[in-house]
């Protein structure tokens, strides 16, 4: 056994041990999941390059194999890093007042997340994926009445998922005649010129699948729910790491069923053969329409809403579509720009959700328009955040922008312009969202009841500069990262892009990012000097501002009502209500659910009933073999 | 050998001596139950490793089959003979902590539905059947009316008319099929010239008919909400995990091993296993859909029995190897999650107060191995990794999409099935785990209520069994492969060693 | 060598923009019959700003208008002038596109800082607005995008080289006229000035901004002028071989912008959002299409 399945069980047991060892001494529950991420970091570092190593495990009834494939060992040492610098984070911000159970469920979540992306057969996967899809649940909806709302939603979309899955794996392996998933997919790609059709199901199961998982399309509604009532460090982890699982499937098994002829992902089969547009595969493009949709919906939706959590949370749900537009492109430069903004959206998102905890944590407060301020007493979780929003608004020289720039040289590519006007237009709205989050929350006026908390604690803080530092390394020297993927990429068969350490070759044009980063840091510098030039300048206290001659603690007015954040953007609200209103997948969900109730009712009593069960039964005999025989 | 009887003896004893035994003691019922349904376990353990190697065949009343009555003890039967007295000692040692009086009757009734169920597993001849099959009816029907004042008995009372209607049926289709082929044995029956197939068809549905009604079947499942809500715990997880094992594996039996190809029902074998085929997947949808809002926990437990057995019935229908695997996997993990449901239920219904899970929140605050064993027992159910439920679950619908037809609509229902039932589950679950609203809920300190060993104790065995199975299901790989083998050759192994079966 | 030319190029955009400015205010003045104040009136005014006390509510006011005038700057840095760049690059006009923001969001992060609630508003209203005119501007781009193949706006020049046949504002009218109505909307003249009008909010977002913070928020105006009067004269009127005519072609479009802006009344913000995307954006809209098909 190598160390990719002990480290998967060890971390397991030592979950499932934690729960009941130190159930009294919830501290150290939040002990052993930073012992297991630190032990999956160094689990990654240690199985870099030992490409296809495979593992696997005899269960009596099928053996589970696992492998070290190229684009899993992305993700999984992604995801290990992430999770390491958040559960720091956990350490401090579980104390006393806040702790909640949910370590042990973590840590063996921990595990399931390296097993789905170790996973080398389907059965494996699966398993892999139904833990993550429990654990996580009973971690969102802990114990509360309005998390659990959130999460049986979110519960339910999961079960959806994984009924297809199920229906997916069968149809698949009854197809190929295999579990294994590389080799199930290179044998589907043979099939294009004879089972189009069943290739097309199988696909649309498994998109199910993942869509639900991501939430993307239909399923965009249950981030906000689920971001909002889980426990804050863990929204970081479920918006970072584990709406990305769906991503990853998509680039498991979907994408290589559409691989072009003549490419390496299709060496030794006859490839796509189906209709494209533009050099896409159609099915793909549709997806991609239904990414934009995703990504334009989501940012409406954000800008909407009051809650930071729930804005944060559609934001994911935004950045999740332009992934999925990014890959369903099919090239190589695409599949690279997803992986790409995937990492880089780990991080940021992670830094922004992780900043937010840190204010909860010292306010107790989760309502933007009841903040404000807190740059002025908690700085280094306000940075944290603006770094944050910078990336996620995907400007320089920040992380995001690389991955964005990439996102739509890959549209470019391949001419797809009318899928760029959505792509843009989420993103430039984002700048809405993004910044009505730093100013209600950090900006503005600061409520006296604030004035004296104290700023994160050391380990919180220490959580939050390491990811800033990464972003801000990413934002100019996006090699570190992008030449790892660029060579899994190439491995796994989908092409290669060309970059360096600090460029990329793109399809319009080229960029060298260092020097965009060099070039803002020393416009920086040269606008500072002109800011000394100037003559000094006094402080003034927060209240006291232009207000045509009059103090507004004169009318009454406290710091709290001075703040502008409630409804920030009600033009925006007014114009976007008809629109919201019309496109609600969540009232046809809701819909769907209170229907199935009714239904369930009246069986219950139909079945209570006496007379009419026994007529029932009677004239069901009397029919059935009335037909038996007859047909 | 003729000693293998004797698993169907010491519940018959049990139930015999009972009366005359509690004229002397109170506890003596008890004392003895427990006693027989462990000397029968110990007896059958022994016994295993003899049956493994050769099945064997016990003649009753030295008269030979096909016209005498013959006992068949297999891996399968054995097995699941043992399962039923484990679940027997479980439920009953379980119902100590229930603090219920119970009366010598009680103890009585429960040998005697023990033993029926022993019978049934065990039986090879159709009219041997019919008579454990009535006795197992009319037991049950007594258990369940002795149960709460009012509900008990009306409840009771529509199942025993539902029962009893149906089994007039079965005794009709065997008269039918005595009349045309002159023999009542199953294995003769399953190597017999082809009949007519309107009147195979005819019989054999009609000898199938009181199964459908204890595996809840659809139309014949009305009688499932006025049963549980009537019975009490113990009672539920005995028709839901005891008489539930040798219900399923005698429609097995009939259908797989009596009824094939090659058999006495000929042409009419794929017809019957289209209909129960319909008819499970009917079950599974419509029992889960009740069970979705149902707010007394017996009766969504019993719902959620219904479906789980149309699972098993879609099992049956499409008779293929992964499929048997599958649902004897299912019989087995169901049998074991629901008896644990039930016992888990039991004890909130006494320590809340109340039958509805919604007024039950919260309870797994004050004891946390409760609500832990809920969600054991619920994601057995459910099919969700880790637990023993899962494997079954996955050779089903494997079986289902590799068989293709029709046997698709059952994994659609399948799939929506565990949709459904993974979020009622889940409703009840967080429920139990609900941290209280306000203060006002909080218990009051001075009613010490809590559960005692004798609800602990099987619980936790039955919690371990099913996470042993999850993690390791190669276990019982062995009694598997054994098991499938005798229901879908019966050529080989079951015909064989019946027919030729010697005087002893 | 290259630290000389992009503080050059800096000071070349901050004082283009504020001569701009200037003849702004003059063009404003003539067509309200008025004299005007004399064309070298902005200088004066930014070097009485930097020579005046100021106050800062905290220091994330200092941060966020030293960021907004920097993204800018850096914005210019990539925009070639008649075909002359302080670094080597190829005019990426994405990078530009996304820089430019850093300056907005700059100045936003300091004036909220600043705590006056009409400032917030003023950045919410602008924002919004942002969201209108980026929109037909990112249509735009692509059909240009789309014709060419290309993102570079060196590229795009020697394009569009060869007299005023090939100039893009002949080619494809349509996005030339929806490039001017955004351009309206970017440099924030009537009637899209709603975040701003000191009739409006008391002037939104510079309410609070006193002294040198004044001077930098007059300097990042004069380098928005100066950048995306550049842009458009890139992207449609052919860029220039010499840097004067450049600049005499920035100086037209900017007119005719000040000359809308001595017109027209104010649209509110919504009005506003809408008519960008309705009628900039169909017009972009349907260059795209008659792109896509040629």
Redesign the interface.
């Known amino acids: 056994m190598s160390l990719m399945t002990t480290s998967m069980l060890s971390v397991m047991l030592a979950g499932l041990l934690s729960s009941i060892a130190f159930r009294k001494v919830k501290r150290l529950q939040w002990v052993v999941l930073f012992a297991a991420a630190v032990f999956f970091s160094y689990v990654a570092v240690s199985l870099y390059g030992k490409w296809g190593l495979t593992d696997s495990l005899n269960l009596g009834l099928f053996t589970a194999s696992f492998t070290n494939s190229y684009i899993g060992w992305l993700f999984f040492a992604f995801s290990s890093g992430v999770s390491l610098i958040i559960s720091i984070f956990s350490l401090s911000f579980n104390d006393k007042k806040h702790i909640t159970g949910v370590a042990p469920l973590w840590t063996v979540l921990l595990a399931a997340n390296a097993g789905i992306f170790f996973a080398a057969d389907w059965i494996a996967f699966l398993v892999a994926w139904e833990l993550m899809g429990w654990t996580s649940f009973f971690i969102i909806s802990h114990g509360k009445e309005k998390s659990f709302q959130a999460g049986i939603y979110y519960f339910a979309l999961s079960l959806i998922g994984t009924a297809a899955l199920l229906a997916a794996i069968f149809t698949i392996q009854g197809a190929t005649g295999t579990f294994a998933i590389a080799a199930s997919v290179k044998a589907l790609l043979a099939l294009w010129s004879t089972k189009p059709g069943l290739l097309y199901f199988i696909a649309i199961l498994l998109t199910v699948t993942f869509f639900a998982k991501s939430a993307a399309g239909p399923f965009y509604m249950w981030p906000a729910k689920a971001h909002a009532e889980a426990p804050d460090d863990f929204s970081s982890f479920l918006s970072g790491i584990m709406i990305k699982y769906g991503v990853y499937g998509l680039i498991l098994a979907v994408i290589p069923m559409f691989a072009e002829p003549g490419t390496a992902a299709a060496a030794g089969t006859a490839g796509y053969l189906g209709a494209a547009v533009h050099g896409t595969p159609l099915y793909l493009y549709i997806l991609g329409w239904v990414a934009a949709f995703t990504a334009v919906w989501a940012t409406i939706l954000a800008i909407r809403e009051n809650d930071m959590k729930r804005l944060m949370a559609y934001s994911t749900v935004s950045n999740i579509g332009f992934i999925i537009l990014a890959l369903s492109v099919n090239t190589a430069f695409g599949i690279a720009a997803a992986i790409f903004h995937t990492f880089n959206h780990m991080i940021f998102k992670g830094g922004i959700f992780l900043s937010l905890a840190s204010v909860k944590f010292r306010t107790g407060e989760r309502e933007m328009h009841k903040l404000g ?1 807190m ?2 007493r908690m700085p280094i979780a ?1 940075f944290a955040f ?1 770094l944050g929003i ?1 990336a996620a ?4 020289p920040m992380n995001g ?1 690389a991955s ?2 990439m996102v ?1 040289q890959a549209l ?1 590519s391949h ?1 797809l ?2 899928l ?2 959505p792509a ?2 989420a993103s ?2 984002s ?2 969202y993004l ?2 989050g ?2 209600s929350i950090y ?3 600061l409520s006296p009841r604030f004035a004296k908390i104290k700023p994160a604690p050391p380990l919180q803080s220490i959580a939050m500069i390491l990811l800033m530092v990464a972003m801000y390394v990413l934002g100019g020297w996006p090699g570190f990262v992008l030449q790892p993927v660029n060579s899994a990429i190439a491995n796994a068969g989908f092409g290669s892009i060309q970059v360096s350490l600090g460029s990329i070759v793109g399809t ?5 990012l260092t ?2 980063s060099f ?2 840091l ?3 510098v ?3 000097v ?2 000394i ?14 207000t ?1 001659g009059e103090t507004p603690e004169d009318w009454g007015v406290t710091p709290e009502q ?4 409630y409804r ?2 009600e ?2 609200e ?2 976007t209500d008809p629109l919201v209103d019309t496109v609600s997948f969540e009232r046809w969900f809701e819909n769907i659910r209170h229907n199935f109730a009714r239904m369930s009712r009246s069986i219950a009593r139909w079945t209570a009933m006496k007379r009419p069960a026994t007529m029932l039964a009677a004239s069901a005999v009397v029919l059935i073999l009335i037909l038996g025989v007859l047909l | 050998m003729n000693q293998a009887i004797l698993l169907l003896l010491f519940p018959a004893a049990a139930a015999l001596i009972t009366p005359a035994g509690s004229a002397l003691s109170e506890r003596f019922g008890r004392g003895l139950a427990l006693l027989s349904y462990i000397a029968g376990i110990v007896y059958g353990v022994v016994l295993y490793p003899q049956i493994a190697a050769s099945p064997a065949s016990v003649i009753v009343g030295n008269w030979k089959p096909p016209y005498g009555i013959n006992l068949f003890v297999s891996p399968l039967s054995l097995g699941l003979v043992l399962l039923i007295y484990c679940v027997a000692i479980v439920i009953l040692v379980s119902d100590f902590a229930s603090n219920r009086k119970r009366r010598a009757q009680f103890y009585l009734l429960y040998s005697l539905l023990t033993m029926a169920s022993v019978g049934l597993v065990l039986t090879a001849d159709l009219f041997n059947m019919f008579v454990f099959l009535e006795i197992a009816g009319i037991s049950t029907f007594a258990l369940v009316a002795v149960g709460r004042e009012g509900s008990g008995p009306a409840g009771s009372l529509r199942y025993l008319v539902l029962a009893q209607l149906t089994t007039l049926l079965m005794l009709a289709g065997i008269g039918l099929v005595y009349s045309a082929t002159g023999v009542l044995n199953i294995a003769s029956l399953s190597r017999f010239a082809a009949l007519n197939p309107a009147v195979a068809f005819l019989a054999g549905l009609l000898i199938l008919l009181p199964f459908f009604l204890e595996m809840k079947q659809f139309p014949f499942n009305g009688w499932i909400g006025g049963a549980y809500r009537g019975a009490s715990p113990a009672i539920g997880a005995t028709m839901s995990g005891l008489v539930t094992v040798s219900v399923a594996m005698v429609l097995a039996r009939l259908l797989l091993t009596m009824m094939n190809t090659g058999s006495a029902f000929g042409d009419a074998t794929t017809k019957i296993r289209t209909v129960v085929l319909v008819l499970g997947a009917a079950t599974v949808l419509i029992g889960e859909t009740a069970a979705f809002r149902e707010k007394e926990i017996k009766r969504v437990l019993g719902y959620s029995s219904a479906g789980q057995m149309g699972m098993i019935a879609i099992g049956i229908a499409i008779a293929s190897q992964s499929a048997v695997r599958g649902i004897l996997f299912l019989l087995v993990s169901h049998t074991i999650a629901k008896v644990l449901l039930f016992l888990v239920a039991g004890t909130s219904a006494r320590l809340s107060g109340s039958d509805r899970w919604d007024e039950m929140r919260g309870i797994a605050r004050r004891f946390p191995l409760l609500g832990m064993l809920f969600a054991v027992g619920a994601m057995t159910l459910m099919g969700i990794p880790l637990f023993s439920g899962f494997w079954g679950k996955l050779d089903l619908i494997r079986a289902a999409i590799a068989s293709g037809g029709l046997a698709v609509v059952g994994v659609v229902a399948v799939l929506i099935a565990t949709v459904v039932e993974g979020v009622y589950f889940m409703k009840i679950a967080h429920a139990f785990f609900e941290a209280p609203a306000a203060a006002k809920s909080a218990p009051p300190e001075s009613t010490k209520q809590h559960y005692g060993v004798a609800f602990l104790a099987p619980a936790l065995v039955l919690a371990a069994a099913t996470v042993i199975l999850g993690v390791l299901p190669g276990l019982i790989d062995p009694w598997l492969s054994s098991a499938t083998a005798e229901l879908l050759h019966p050529a080989s192994g079951y015909a064989a060693h019946i027919v030729t079966g010697g005087l002893q | 060598m290259i630290v000389l030319q ?2 050059g190029a ?1 000071a070349l955009a901050m004082a283009i923009g504020l001569l701009f400015m200037g003849i702004g205010r003059i063009v404003t003045a003539r067509l309200q019959r008025r004299v005007g104040p004399p064309v070298w009136q902005c200088y004066i005014d930014v070097v009485k ?10 220091f ?1 006011m ?1 941060l966020g ?3 907004g ?3 800018l ?2 914005a210019a ?2 925009m070639p002038v008649a075909g002359w760049l302080p ?1 080597q ?2 005019g ?4 530009i596109l ?2 430019m ?2 300056g ?2 700059g100045m ?2 300091g004036v ?7 400032a ?2 003023g ?3 602008a ?2 607005m ?2 209108g005119y ?2 037909p501007f ?2 735009l781009l ?2 240009l ?2 014709t060419f ?4 706006l060196v ?1 795009l020049n020697q394009l569009q080289a060869g007299g005023l046949l090939a100039w893009n504002a002949v080619r494809m009218p349509f996005g030339f006229v929806a490039a001017l109505i955004a351009l309206q909307a970017m440099l924030a003249e009537k009637p899209f000035d709603a975040m701003i009008a000191p009739a409006e909010i ?1 002037s939104g977002p510079m ?2 901004l006193g ?3 004044l ?2 928020a007059f ?1 990042q105006h004069s380098v928005a002028i100066f950048i995306e009067t550049g842009l458009v004269v890139n992207m449609f009127l052919g860029g220039a071989t010499s840097i004067w005519i450049f600049f005499v072609k920035q100086l037209v479009l900017y007119t005719i912008v000040m000359a809308f802006n001595g017109i027209y009344a104010r649209y ?3 009005q506003a ?2 008519f960008l995307w309705i009628f900039a954006g169909s017009l972009a809209f349907v260059q ?1 299409v008659i792109n ?1 098909l040629k």
């Open positions: 301020g740059a002025y306000f603006l910078i608004a995907g400007i320089p922008f964005k720039w739509f470019f001419k312009l009318f760029m006007i843009f237009f430039t709205a700048f809405m910044y009505r730093l100013h900006l503005g006026q319009t044009t080229s960029i060298h020097v965009v070039v803002f020393f416009s920086v040269g606008v500072f002109l800011y030039l100037g003559k000094r300048r006094s402080h003034v206290e927060a209240m006291d501002t232009y045509a001075y703040h502008y954040a920030f953007y033009p925006w007014k114009m | 992009t503080i800096a700003c930097f020579s005046r006390k100021s106050t800062s509510h905290h994330v200092d208008s030293i960021m005038l920097a993204g700057v850096a840095m990539f670094l690059s190829t990426p006009l994405l990078v996304y820089l923001p850093i907005y969001l936003a992060m909220s800082a600043s705590g006056n609630p009409l917030a508003i950045i919410g209203r924002l919004t942002m969201v980026e929109v990112a249509i692509l059909g995008v789309a193949g290309t993102s570079s590229a008391a309410v609070e002294g040198k913070f001077g930098l300097l509110r913000v919504e959002t809408r795209l896509v």
